[in-house]
């Protein structure tokens, strides 16, 4: 009887050593799988204690089948494991956002004032040589290269634009030399922004501008700076906008362009542009000047709001380096501009 008892007892012995060991494999396996790949070794220690707790209650509760399956190495596979209040990095994979392209400026260096206008527009003629009571002028941009402003002043010309910017990407890399050497000549200057509605808004656009050479200043030699608002180059002529989206995009240029300079920016356009993507609104007539440009003959009909233009815009070249121009009045009324009076 004795025997029989005390072969029992070592047989229960013997099965709780072999459940302890199966309880602590269990427990190892179960704290693998909750412990994220990230987890510092201070929360792997937290998540092991209940983890080992959780297989010491199962076994009591007689389930030595999982113990064992833990013990045998048949714990069940890995999941990916969220980070608390994100998504699993595959989510994230998944839904991650795709970067805008960069506008496009490849052609910012040959897009100067009429240049798309030519294009769509065509030339039909020439002007009268003689136009009485009108100042000649031209405009001109980098793809020009350094000018020869004495000749060009010699040749006639007293005033003239140069481009500085495009969008809020590009500065014309031969402005510096242009504004400052027709300035040396003795010629009135300005400078213009070629408009990019497609890529930032009238704000920002003029804010740019300003920062690159298209401020102005009270010294009787330099013009208000223009807004060059034409088709669009790369695309949509229109910059994909609707009529009531050119044109607020448009005022918000002109309304920061007079907030930060004290002066109404000219705005550079042609007639059937005009109708075509501002709907020809009148806007604009009674608070920024006109220049327009248009091929041919006579300046012929202006967009709606102007009953006069202020700059007209007539060939594509002749005596003066890049596009002519006429002023509509005498040079007293160039310098009368650029004084601000």
Same mark, same amino acid.
Not at 164 to 183: L, R
């Given at each position: ?212 050479? /298209? ?9 208000? /700076? ?58 604009? /007539? ?56």
């Amino acid at each position: 009887m004795s025997r029989t008892v005390a072969g029992h007892d070592e047989q229960r012995r013997r099965w709780r050593v072999r459940l302890a060991g199966a309880g602590a494999v269990a427990a190892l396996a179960m704290a693998v799988v909750a412990t994220p790949a990230h987890a510092t070794p201070g929360h792997a220690a937290l998540e092991k204690a209940p983890a080992a707790a959780s297989g010491q209650a199962a076994l009591a509760q007689g389930a030595p089948a999982q113990a064992t399956q833990a013990a045998r190495g048949k714990a069940a596979p890995t999941q990916a494991v969220p980070v608390q209040g994100g998504p699993t990095q595959e989510a994230s994979a998944q839904t991650a956002p795709t970067q805008p392209a960069p506008p496009d400026y490849s052609r910012a260096d040959s897009n100067f004032a009429g240049t798309q206008i030519a294009a769509h527009e065509g030339i039909e003629g020439t002007p009268r040589a003689d136009q009485a009571g009108q100042t000649l002028g031209h405009d001109v941009s980098g793809h020009q290269g350094p000018v020869d402003w004495p000749a060009a002043a010699a040749a006639g010309a007293k005033f003239t634009y140069v481009k500085a910017t495009e969008g809020t990407g590009f500065v014309n890399p031969q402005f510096i030399g242009q504004y400052d050497g027709a300035h040396a000549a003795g010629i009135i200057r300005g400078a213009y922004h070629f408009a990019r509605p497609d890529v930032s808004s009238g704000a920002a656009q003029a804010e740019y501008f300003i920062a690159h050479g /298209g401020g102005w200043s009270p010294d009787g030699t330099t013009l208000p /700076g223009a807004l060059d608002i034409e088709y669009n180059p790369y695309g949509d002529v229109c910059y994909g906008k609707s009529a009531a989206d050119m044109t607020a995009w448009i005022a918000d240029f002109t309304r920061t362009y007079l907030a930060k300079v004290k002066r109404s920016a000219l705005i550079y356009t042609s007639t059937a542009w005009w109708k075509r993507c501002t709907g020809n609104t009148a806007k604009f /007539g009674n608070t920024d000047p006109l220049w327009l440009a248009r091929y041919g003959p006579e300046v012929g009909e202006l967009p709606a709001g102007w009953d006069k233009h202020s700059i007209w815009q007539f060939a594509r070249g002749g005596g003066l380096p890049g596009d002519q121009n006429y002023y509509n009045g005498p040079i007293g009324r160039v310098q009368a501009l650029a004084k601000g009076a």
